[in-house]
């Protein structure tokens, strides 16, 4: 009987940590340090087991805030985002990305990418190359939306590995279609106004009259054929511009010393 209370006495510790980490793994209870009421062996143990505890509960904050981090930007981001497999699946969309392509998350993950993308194209089949050789993609490519138009995106795609050991990828999208149509309205306005150079140049150098302009140095900015080879006697207008009229006043002098009239 003294030996049955004894060890009950010396094993009651190891039966409340036994039932406290039962109703912890059960979920009935908070995970919590167990108490220490003796320093032996046992006393050790469970020390040991409550500075595991804690460093189990830092890492869970730390991967609580960082999923919060990571849902804060899936959902706030601008750009559109995909998660999906390499082979076109769609497993999830942010709100950007349904706003941008007028399709809900159940939609997208019905449809995959061959409807919102053509994947019989040559940049496409090129890039899904590159991506799987070397984990990543940048560049452009055309969109198509729910009602059918069409949009120019700038695309960042990278292939990663799940915590299962599962390829999956993550695909960025940019609206970039208003900045390609200012890019192509500069380049008509660039050719306007080249065409429109071109056009005076001609007119200037078809006309008898000596036409020119000047900096505020007296170089000149501008000289028409008339100018050019009967006043200053240069081969081309190219060679007068950054030039003075007394440059060329000096080479004439020298190119005739005999006379008088130079």
Not at 10 to 15: E, G, I, K, N
Not at 37 to 47: L, S, Y
Request: aromatic letters at 8%; proline letters at 3%.
């Amino acid at each position: 009987l003294v030996t049955w209370w004894v060890l009950r006495r010396q094993l009651s510790p190891v039966a409340q940590t036994a039932t406290a980490l039962a109703a912890m793994s059960e979920n009935r209870g908070p995970l919590q340090a167990l108490p220490i009421v003796r320093h032996d062996e046992i006393g050790q143990m469970i020390g040991g087991f409550n500075r595991l505890l804690e460093t189990l509960q830092r890492r869970d904050t730390e991967l609580r805030e960082s999923e919060a981090y990571f849902r804060l930007t899936f959902e706030h981001s601008s750009d559109a985002l995909i998660f999906g497999t390499p082979d076109g699946q769609i497993e999830f969309a942010n709100p950007a990305a349904t706003r941008l392509f007028g399709y809900s998350l159940a939609e997208f993950r019905a449809l995959g990418r061959s409807r919102i993308l053509d994947t019989d194209s040559p940049v496409f089949r090129e890039g899904l190359t590159q991506r799987k050789l070397t984990g990543n993609v940048v560049g452009e490519a055309v969109f198509t939306r729910r009602d059918g138009s069409t949009f120019v995106a700038e695309v960042d795609s990278v292939i990663f590995t799940s915590t299962l050991g599962e390829e999956r990828t993550i695909t960025r999208l940019r609206d970039i279609s208003a900045r390609k149509q200012i890019e192509f309205e500069l380049r008509v306005s660039e050719q306007s106004s080249k065409d429109l150079a071109t056009l005076l140049r001609r007119m200037c150098d078809i006309v008898p009259d000596m036409i020119w302009a000047k900096d505020m140095g007296g170089r000149y900015i501008f000289s028409n054929e008339a100018n050019t080879r009967l006043r200053l006697g240069a081969m081309n207008n190219d060679e007068v511009i950054g030039k003075t009229a007394a440059y060329f006043a000096e080479r004439e002098r020298a190119a005739h010393p005999d006379d008088p009239a130079w």
